[in-house]
C-alpha cells in the first residue's frame, strides 16, 4: 500500500514552476528522479525536492499540469501543505505573468510584496 498522496495543482509552465521554487528559495533536481516514501517506497517525478529527513516532495506530469506528489505523514517544510501550495501557487502566477508580459514587450518596472501577502505588479512597454 503506498503512502503517496497526490494533490492536484494548476501548474502547467515547468520554466515558471522552477523559477517560483528558485524564488521561493528551494534546492530541486530535475530529470525523472524518485521521489523517496515511506519504507523504502519510491515513485518517479519530472521534479524533486528532497526534504533533510529523507522523504521528498515530487511534481509528476500527467499531461496536463505538474501533480504534487509526498508522502504527507512525513511533511517537513516551514508551511503546512496547503501553505506551500497557495505560496507556490502565487509565485508561479507570478512568473507566467511577467514571462507573457515580456513576450508581448512589456518589462517589470515595480514589484512588491502587500503587507496582506499578495503581489503588486506594474508593467509598461514604452511605444515608438
Given at each position: 500500500m503506498s503512502h503517496?498522496?497526490?494533490?492536484?495543482?494548476?501548474l502547467?509552465?515547468?520554466?515558471?514552476?522552477?523559477a517560483a521554487l528558485t524564488r521561493l528559495n528551494y534546492d530541486y533536481r530535475v530529470g525523472s528522479q524518485p521521489v523517496r516514501g515511506y519504507r523504502g517506497q519510491t515513485q518517479i517525478a519530472d521534479l524533486v525536492i528532497p526534504q533533510e529527513n529523507g522523504y521528498d516532495i515530487g511534481f509528476v506530469w500527467d499531461g496536463q499540469?505538474?501533480?504534487?506528489?509526498?508522502?504527507?505523514q512525513y511533511w517537513q517544510q516551514p508551511l503546512s501543505v496547503e501553505g506551500f501550495v497557495k505560496q507556490l501557487h502565487q509565485q508561479y502566477a507570478y512568473e507566467v505573468v511577467v514571462a507573457q508580459s515580456q513576450k508581448q514587450g512589456f518589462q517589470v518596472s515595480e514589484s512588491?510584496?502587500?503587507?496582506?501577502?499578495?503581489?503588486?505588479?506594474?508593467?509598461?512597454?514604452?511605444?515608438?
Open positions: 503517496f498522496s497526490t494533490i492536484h495543482t494548476s502547467r509552465h515547468r520554466s515558471a514552476l522552477e499540469q505538474y501533480n504534487l506528489v509526498t508522502d504527507l512588491q510584496q502587500l503587507p496582506d501577502g499578495s503581489l503588486r505588479l506594474v508593467v509598461q512597454r514604452w511605444a515608438a
